[in-house]
Nanobody, 119 residues
Framework: QVQFTESGGGWVQVGASLRLSCVPS??????TGWFRQAPGKEREFVAA????????YYGNSVRGRFTISKDHAKNTVYLQMNNLKLEDTATYFC??????????????YGQGTQVVVSS
């Protein structure tokens, strides 16, 4: 089982930027995904990156504003979030796609980091 530690969340205003970090307990070959869940809503796919970092995928609601990246030396996956909107308010989680494809299924969700965007 992979354990993830997410960090970087916080309170920001509309239009601001945040960078989230996700550190897995292993450096095994799996794709890493970011998901989010707002209160009363279903979990939503945000972005994913294959182990190599060469392939990246984004959800429609964040494409063009969020960027996923990976630092192999630090074994860390980042989610750069720009031009944040009120609807980006949620808890953001990392998870592993052990098939490596990035399309799922995802397991081993982390505890998450909270992002609150205010006007």
């Amino acid at each position: 089982q992979v354990q993830f530690t997410e960090s970087g969340g916080g309170w920001v205003q509309v239009g601001a930027s945040l960078r989230l970090s996700c550190v897995p307990s292993t450096s095994d070959n799996f794709a890493t995904g970011w998901f989010r869940q707002a209160p009363g809503k279903e979990r939503e796919f945000v972005a994913a990156i294959r182990w190599s970092g060469a392939n990246k995928y984004y959800g429609n609601s964040v494409r063009g504003r969020f960027t996923i990246s990976k630092d192999h030396a630090k074994n860390t996956v980042y989610l750069q979030m720009n031009n944040l909107k009120l609807e980006d308010t949620a808890t953001y989680f990392c998870a592993a796609d052990k098939s490596g494809r990035g399309s799922g299924p995802y397991t081993d969700y982390g505890q998450g980091t909270q992002v609150v965007v205010s006007s």
